[in-house]
């Protein structure tokens, strides 16, 4: 049979093609636009090739906010990810327990990005908040707007608190889905609890705790309103994280061109970061 | 190797039991003989697995007590009973190949490589794995799997029972044949308890010495297909088995003469009164002749199997299914159906009076 040739179907993807355009393809083509180009403003521009991207991927600033990056997004990926499994693991599975969990395990969720890091500046202040405070009636000394060492622990501290949940919700869920009938066989089997941990649930949970780690990654990766709020990037450039560094570059010395360029590395490294590892993690979806 | 002994066990999923409902078994009592190969046989929801739990000790009973050899295993766990089971659904882990997943079991048990290497070979060589022995075992058809969760239950030689929970449900109608023989073969080399759950009667006939027929969370009948067949100690048993099953017929009892809408009943047993509430005539289409005289009926219709005929007949106490060789005339509208003597029980409210 042939098919009838009909191209007007591509009328019924204008709609999208519109919103995609608006939202992320002009926003897209002007950064592109400006990481080849000079400007000193009143819409004057000079073409500068490839100038700005060499002047990021040789600057030191940008090494080190990169350095920051990776170090912090691996900090939280090694504490959450455990965590959140080990969480999930011991969360009850029947009764009024499993809906406490859950709600109390979605609140941190719930808040927005800025009142988290609002409320945990408050929590952390050395003189008056909870949490500083007590650290140092306890003997240390803690002072995240001026140690560095103490914006650290601060930051991955509160990035723990807001988004391990969600890693214990997705193994939760994960766990959930394994049938009764695989822990029978296992304890006919005699297998110890780590036994059943690594070959039952761990491969359950593979599919969910791929998708918590690609997302912690990129959330982590991209992270800027909570520092932002919590130590602005400081003490010195302590906790500039590479959006943090942005924003700086490009909205507070106006450096558009050499911003534009570093959005596009920034960028392209979350995308292939991301396109790499779901690939390892799916390579032998294919034989199961 | 040993005998399994459960005494007055009883069990409910719920907290409190007031109603008989409330129980998933009631007051089980019996022995299962060291290297009998038993089915339990009863419809879905009668509490088989339930039993079956309780004996492989992955369910704790509410009442009673379980013996191995005399022993009171009760509160023991699954690995001190020293028990295999098998579920319907395969269970393989997925990280393993073949071979890992038929050693597991040897391997949480210290046993020494060699041995396991060559336990494992045997294993595979019967259920036809050894071509994928190497393979990772999540790559495997469900039959495939099947098999290993099958091959995990017969790997260790030492286990006091093997228990299968409808573990053909997955496999395709021949290879469920052919996996039903090996199991029998395997019963028969190796002499161990088995115990084998099903709600299909052909395959707890054609695998078990003994039956044990459950109906409602209780045990109704133990006994050898020919038993269960020619002498149902309950009507749900010759309901249940047989096909069509037994023809269950409400009658009277008057001073010991049996009579079913006013048509006396011949029957070999002595039955003294007592009260039931209900009363009824037992009789597989099998032992029912068309004669002369007896029981007057309506033909209704008239099957042909090829190995011989299946008539439906109505009386005015209910429908009554007659078998009879190909070869019979059958009358064609009014008949009378004779019962064999020997072959004609009364229940009384559903229990046999003997």
Redesign the interface.
Known sequence: MNKTVNQKAWLFVIPVFVLVAFNAIIPLMTVVNYAFQETFGNNVFMWEGTRWFKQILLSDRFHAALGRQILFTLIILFIQIPLGIFIALTMPKEGIGVSVCLVLMSMPLLIPWNVVGAMWNIFALPDIGFLGHSLNALGFDYNFTQQSGDAWFTTVLMDVWHWTSLVVLLSYAGLRSI?P??Y??A??????RW?VF???EL??MKKVLTIAILLRFMDSFMIYTEPFVLTGGGPGNATAFLSIDLVKMALGQFDLGPAAAMSLIYFFIVLTVCWVFYNLMMKNEG?? | MSKISLKNLSHSYLSSQVNKEDWALRNVNIDWNDGGAYALLGPSGCGKTTLL?II?G?LNPTEGQILFNDVDVTNK???ERN???I???P?I????TVFDNLA??LK??GISEQEIKNKVEEIAEMLELTSTLYN?A??LTADGKQKI?LG?GLVRSDVNVIMFDEPLTVIDPHLKWILRSKLKELHQKINRTMIYVTHDQTEALTFADQVVVMHEAEIVQIGTPVELFEKPRHTFVGHFIGSPGMNILPCKIDNGAISINGNMIETKIDIKDKSFSKTEVGIRPEFIEFNESGLPVKIIKVSNTGRHKIIDTESESGKIKVIAKSSTNIPTESAFLNFKKEYTYVYGDNWIIE
């Open positions: 049938q009938a695989y029978q066989a304890e006919i089997d005699g297998a110890s036994s690594r070959h039952i491969p359950k034989q199961s | 739990n492989s992955l766990n699954p690995v028990i295999a089971q579920f319907q659904f269970v882990y997925d990280t393993m597991f079991p949480n048990r990772r999540s790559g969760s995990r």
